[in-house]
């Protein structure tokens, strides 16, 4: 994620810059996803003022789109189609596309849903609620999305036939067998520890743990630059001056401390507090009991797959292969890297994460439906490309995706909050998606000049 | 060169999409022609017909068309009920499953006539589409019962439960809970008739649109929403938006069926508010109904296939002794969405609440294991 992408030019080292341009690039960033956080600012101070205009006061300083609450659950309505994203970017980057991701979802999520509600309890006798039932039910859909990935990525890398066609099958078949399970019945409830996977004030780290991950997550920043900064200068790499390194420390510490603070704002509503109040035996203080909630269980989930991501991407043999294939198949192939195996490999790998979607989805919303991840390939599709990942093959980081899917669910979030029906939604969403690809690329050909 | 393959891609996949939907709309033409000579036809063969009333109902046979057998609700309570009645009638059973393609089940109709069929039951796929072959088997003399679902055609029975009544159900029970406050609305599907008759239905029992106010003045619709597909998790995210919007203060939430319920009850769940704000659906959903034996959901408005099976079946029976549906016991006329006078018999559904979950264990609609999951004991009559 920090990992400088080009060089910096001679004339800027460990120098002061002399204008914007030149900050820019001697903090060597990646400018598209600078373009991202600009344009998901404007969606979010947007939503704001408009939140504010249409609510009760009728003024722009009273709006709900940037309060705790609202950020707390956007982050993780996220989630779901961000952890999905990061896997898409690699198959796209790779030539293909995979459009039963939401049929994946569905059919592993009703899977864990089955093994926990019906098969551990039921027909093994065993009872609800033990200890490890979440566990079998997650390796188990695990598993199978790990199967079908690679059933499908087989018929791609060495069956040639087309990823589109496979997928759009797949998207069939495995929506088909959803219903086929249990004729199409709801399961709920849910095991109790499972549910902690989907994320509420109650799952979710508390104050405490939220800053020491957030201050770990810091020092973890500082190390990495610190670190790659000697590793290039040992190979007579150029490095970014002192004083950028600095400032890029100082705006990662800052933007990770204020999520937690932001999260740890986020107290736990008054129903539960005092929920929690009287079942522990404690009597509410005037103004009743202040909790804080932290960060949700599952947005730690998308954390970690962001980074296990960046790092597969980024720094092991296995992403780079990714990339050159997408790049040139041709010169990749004749370069000695097995093509068919890494591309059946970013199917397994895709499978699985639509499988851990699929585990936090219905841990959400503590059922397991047939509809469960319906249409869901084209959210993670849209993130994806939102997020800078080309169909042209080569181009896209794991980053990007992840805050595409933030920019897609933060338009829904929004315009759910000003009450905008759901077709005008998918009018907007599909708008803007294709404005902004078209405004990219329309960047992009003219900086190429 | 690969956009160019991508691109060739997406044609075929648009030409098969194309293909499959379109089989679910019908040539304009066909339908055209075969209505011309329809009423002439029918007025001929319901005179045959009703010479033969007197024949022994032995020689009825009824065939149903199923859109979908492989769904569970049809084969485990519908069909033993239809027939049951047919039995109990001296009717013989036919029937096929058009396995949800509009296209195959405008052939399983002619294939139920030339089986002789007298009476023929259809659970429509697509209720526009169907509309040519209930006019050719109307031309044949066979009257047409649309089961539970509506075919825009006023020779045909409609056979439904009362889903206006449904949605005035769902608000009464709700209003029972909570007579005054905000109020958060989730419809279904904008594109199905039935979430705006839902709808209209809570008008009538007293909850306003939104911007109008109540007679009493009480009740504020603080958020309404349509809800693609009846998806639970878009609900759940609407309800989650609905009570950041208004800072929690949420008194009543007017689910229009169960699965968004679950949402709805996941979302309120997560403020701590499940158990607290009223909440409806409808469909004798298991996990509904076990909720309701919880406390976290307040009423679930049923309909009990095995009536509208046993109804279905009884017409059927009427129908083969005299073809003419207005004359089959307990039908009225209804103005369908279309503007159409129907002949229909609208059945009455049931609201379950925490007071007779004890109907729904002895319709042996559910077993009490599951409906007393992870409830405590004493607090729910049923359970005990």
Same mark, same amino acid.
């Given at each position: 994620?920090?990992?400088?992408?080009?060089?910096?030019?001679?004339?800027?080292?460990?120098?002061?810059?002399?204008?914007?341009?030149?900050?820019?690039?001697?903090?060597?960033?990646?400018?598209?996803?600078?373009?991202?956080?600009?344009?998901?600012?404007?969606?979010?101070?947007?939503?704001?003022?408009?939140?504010?205009?249409?609510?009760?006061?009728?003024?722009?300083?009273?709006?709900?789109?940037?309060?705790?609450?609202?950020?707390?659950?956007? +982050?993780?309505?996220?989630?779901?189609?961000?952890?999905?994203?990061?896997?898409?970017?690699?198959?796209?980057?790779?030539?293909?596309?995979?459009?039963?991701?939401?049929?994946?979802?569905?059919?592993?999520?009703?899977?864990?849903?089955?093994?926990?509600?019906?098969?551990?309890?039921?027909?093994?006798?065993?009872?609800?609620?033990?200890?490890?039932?979440?566990?079998?039910?997650?390796?188990?859909?695990?598993?199978?999305?790990? $199967?079908?990935?690679?059933?499908?990525?087989?018929?791609? +890398?060495?069956?040639?036939?087309?990823?589109?066609?496979?997928?759009?099958?797949?998207?069939?078949?495995?929506?088909?067998?959803?219903?086929?399970?249990?004729?199409?019945?709801?399961?709920?409830?849910?095991?109790?520890?499972?549910?902690?996977? *989907?994320?509420?004030?109650?799952?979710?780290? *508390?104050?405490?743990?939220?800053?020491?991950?957030?201050?770990?997550?810091? $020092?973890?920043? @500082?190390?990495?630059?610190?670190?790659?900064?000697?590793?290039?200068?040992?190979?007579?790499?150029?490095?970014?001056?002192?004083? =950028?390194?600095?400032?890029?420390?100082?705006?990662?510490?800052?933007?990770?401390?204020?999520?937690?603070?932001?999260?740890?704002?986020?107290?736990?509503?008054?129903?539960?507090?005092?929920?929690?109040?009287?079942?522990?035996?404690?009597?509410?203080?005037?103004?009743?009991?202040? @909790? +804080?909630?932290?960060? =949700?269980?599952?947005? @730690?989930?998308?954390?970690?797959?962001?980074?296990?991501?960046?790092?597969?991407?980024?720094?092991?043999?296995?992403?780079?292969?990714?990339?050159?294939?997408?790049?040139?198949?041709?010169? $990749?192939?004749?370069? *000695? @890297?097995?093509?068919?195996?890494?591309?059946?490999?970013?199917?397994?790998?895709?499978?699985?994460?639509? $499988?851990?979607?699929?585990?936090?989805?219905?841990?959400?919303?503590?059922?397991?439906?047939?509809?469960?991840?319906?249409?869901?390939?084209?959210?993670?599709?849209?993130? =994806?490309?939102?997020?800078?990942?080309?169909?042209?093959?080569?181009?896209?980081?794991?980053?990007?995706?992840?805050?595409?899917?933030?920019?897609?669910?933060?338009?829904?979030?929004?315009?759910?909050?000003?009450?905008?029906?759901?077709?005008?939604?998918?009018?907007?969403?599909?708008?803007?998606?294709?404005?902004?690809?078209?405004?990219?690329?329309?960047?992009?050909?003219?900086?190429?000049? | 060169?690969?956009?160019?393959?991508?691109?060739?891609?997406?044609?075929?996949?648009?030409? %098969?999409?194309?293909?499959?939907?379109?089989?679910?709309?019908?040539?304009?033409?066909?339908?055209?022609?075969?209505?011309?000579?329809?009423?002439?036809?029918?007025?001929?063969?319901?005179?045959?017909?009703?010479?033969?009333?007197?024949?022994?109902?032995?020689?009825?046979?009824?065939?149903?068309?199923?859109?979908?057998?492989?769904?569970?609700?049809?084969?485990?309570?519908?069909?033993?009920?239809?027939?049951?009645?047919?039995?109990?009638?001296?009717?013989?059973?036919?029937?096929?499953?058009?396995?949800?393609?509009?296209?195959?089940?405008?052939?399983?109709?002619?294939?139920?006539?030339?089986?002789?069929?007298?009476?023929?039951?259809?659970?429509?796929?697509?209720?526009?589409?169907?509309?040519?072959?209930?006019?050719?088997?109307?031309?044949?003399?066979?009257?047409?019962?649309?089961?539970?679902?509506?075919?825009?055609?006023?020779?045909? %029975?409609?056979?439904?439960?009362?889903?206006?009544?449904?949605?005035?159900?769902?608000?009464?029970?709700?209003?029972?809970?909570?007579?005054?406050?905000?109020?958060?609305?989730?419809?279904?599907?904008?594109?199905?008739?039935?979430?705006?008759?839902?709808?209209?239905?809570?008008?009538?029992?007293?909850?306003?649109?939104?911007?109008?106010?109540?007679?009493?003045?009480?009740?504020?619709?603080?958020?309404?929403?349509?809800?693609?597909?009846?998806?639970?998790?878009?609900?759940?995210?609407?309800?989650?938006?609905?009570?950041?919007?208004?800072?929690?203060?949420?008194?009543?939430?007017?689910?229009?069926?169960?699965?968004?319920?679950?949402?709805?009850?996941?979302?309120?769940?997560?403020?701590?508010?499940?158990?607290?704000?009223?909440?409806?659906?409808?469909?004798?959903?298991?996990?509904? %109904?076990?909720?309701?034996?919880?406390?976290?959901?307040?009423?679930?408005?049923?309909?009990?296939?095995?009536?509208?099976?046993?109804?279905?079946?009884?017409?059927?029976?009427?129908?083969?002794?005299?073809?003419?549906?207005?004359?089959?016991?307990?039908?009225?006329?209804?103005?369908?969405?279309?503007?159409?006078?129907?002949?229909?018999? %609208?059945?009455?559904?049931?609201?379950?609440?925490?007071?007779?979950?004890?109907?729904?264990?002895?319709?042996?609609?559910?077993?009490?294991?599951?409906?007393?999951?992870?409830?405590?004991?004493?607090?729910?009559?049923?359970?005990?």
């Amino acid at each position: 994620m920090t990992e400088a992408t080009g060089t910096v030019p001679e004339s800027t080292r460990e120098q002061a810059p002399r204008s914007l341009r030149g900050l820019l690039q001697a903090l060597n960033l990646d400018t598209r996803l600078l373009g991202m956080v600009g344009a998901l600012a404007v969606i979010w101070i947007g939503f704001q003022i408009l939140s504010g205009l249409t609510g009760p006061k009728h003024d722009i300083f009273s709006g709900t789109f940037l309060t705790p609450v609202n950020l707390y659950n956007l +982050a993780q309505q996220s989630v779901s189609v961000g952890i999905m994203a990061t896997g898409m970017v690699l198959i796209i980057v790779s030539r293909n596309i995979d459009l039963s991701i939401g049929s994946i979802l569905g059919l592993t999520g009703y899977t864990m849903a089955m093994v926990q509600v019906i098969w551990i309890p039921k027909s093994l006798g065993l009872g609800f609620d033990q200890p490890y039932t979440w566990i079998i039910a997650l390796a188990i859909g695990i598993a199978l999305g790990a $199967a079908i990935g690679a059933f499908q990525g087989f018929l791609v +890398a060495y069956g040639k036939v087309p990823s589109f066609i496979v997928t759009l099958g797949g998207l069939l078949v495995w929506r088909g067998l959803v219903f086929e399970e249990q004729q199409g019945q709801t399961i709920s409830p849910l095991d109790k520890t499972f549910q902690l996977l *989907g994320g509420s004030p109650t799952a979710s780290l *508390g104050d405490v743990a939220s800053w020491i991950l957030g201050i770990l997550a810091c $020092a973890g920043i @500082i190390y990495t630059l610190i670190a790659t900064r000697r590793k290039r200068r040992k190979y007579g790499f150029p490095v970014r001056p002192t004083w =950028a390194n600095g400032v890029l420390m100082a705006l990662g510490c800052l933007a990770i401390l204020g999520f937690v603070w932001i999260m740890n704002s986020y107290a736990w509503p008054p129903g539960l507090a005092t929920q929690y109040a009287h079942d522990h035996g404690i009597t509410e203080p005037p103004g009743g009991l202040q @909790i +804080a909630t932290g960060i =949700a269980f599952p947005v @730690i989930i998308l954390i970690a797959v962001t980074l296990v991501m960046t790092y597969i991407t980024t720094r092991r043999r296995f992403g780079r292969y990714v990339f050159a294939i997408g790049g040139n198949p041709d010169a $990749a192939e004749l370069g *000695g @890297i097995n093509v068919r195996r890494t591309v059946m490999l970013t199917f397994v790998l895709i499978g699985i994460l639509a $499988a851990i979607s699929g585990a936090v989805q219905s841990a959400r919303l503590q059922a397991a439906v047939t509809s469960l991840g319906t249409q869901a390939e084209l959210d993670v599709i849209a993130a =994806a490309v939102i997020g800078g990942t080309s169909f042209s093959g080569g181009i896209g980081t794991i980053p990007g995706a992840v805050l595409g899917a933030v920019v897609m669910q933060s338009l829904r979030s929004g315009m759910l909050l000003l009450r905008v029906d759901s077709p005008i939604q998918d009018i907007v969403v599909g708008v803007v998606l294709v404005s902004a690809i078209a405004f990219d690329t329309y960047v992009r050909g003219r900086s190429a000049r | 060169m690969v956009n160019r393959r991508l691109a060739s891609l997406a044609g075929v996949a648009a030409i %098969l999409f194309a293909a499959c939907s379109g089989s679910s709309t019908p040539a304009p033409s066909a339908a055209a022609s075969a209505a011309a000579p329809s009423a002439a036809a029918s007025a001929a063969a319901s005179a045959a017909a009703s010479a033969a009333a007197s024949a022994a109902a032995a020689g009825c046979v009824v065939g149903v068309s199923w859109n979908n057998y492989q769904e569970e609700r049809w084969a485990k309570w519908d069909e033993p009920a239809i027939k049951a009645a047919l039995t109990a009638g001296g009717a013989t059973y036919i029937s096929n499953d058009a396995k949800s393609s509009a296209e195959t089940q405008a052939n399983n109709v002619d294939n139920l006539i030339s089986q002789g069929a007298k009476v023929i039951i259809i659970l429509a796929q697509d209720g526009t589409a169907i509309k040519p072959s209930v006019t050719k088997a109307l031309a044949a003399g066979v009257p047409v019962i649309a089961y539970d679902r509506l075919i825009e055609d006023p020779k045909a %029975l409609y056979l439904t439960f009362d889903n206006k009544l449904v949605g005035k159900l769902q608000a009464q029970a709700v209003l029972a809970a909570k007579a005054s406050g905000n109020f958060a609305i989730i419809k279904g599907n904008k594109a199905d008739a039935n979430a705006d008759f839902l709808r209209s239905g809570m008008v009538e029992a007293g909850v306003p649109d939104v911007g109008k106010t109540d007679p009493a003045g009480k009740i504020v619709i603080v958020g309404e929403t349509y809800t693609d597909n009846w998806d639970p998790a878009n609900a759940q995210k609407e309800m989650e938006q609905i009570l950041t919007a208004n800072n929690n203060k949420i008194d009543a939430v007017i689910s229009e069926n169960d699965g968004m319920a679950g949402g709805v009850i996941a979302a309120l769940k997560a403020v701590g508010l499940a158990g607290t704000v009223p909440v409806s659906g409808q469909d004798g959903d298991l996990p509904a %109904l076990n909720r309701i034996a919880l406390g976290t959901q307040t009423v679930d408005v049923w309909k009990d296939a095995r009536l509208l099976g046993k109804a279905a079946g009884d017409a059927a029976v009427q129908l083969c002794a005299n073809p003419d549906i207005t004359k089959v016991a307990g039908t009225a006329p209804f103005t369908s969405p279309g503007n159409n006078t129907l002949t229909s018999q %609208l059945l009455t559904p049931q609201a379950i609440t925490k007071d007779n979950l004890n109907v729904v264990l002895d319709a042996k609609w559910i077993d009490k294991a599951t409906l007393c999951q992870g409830v405590t004991a004493g607090s729910v009559a049923a359970c005990n």
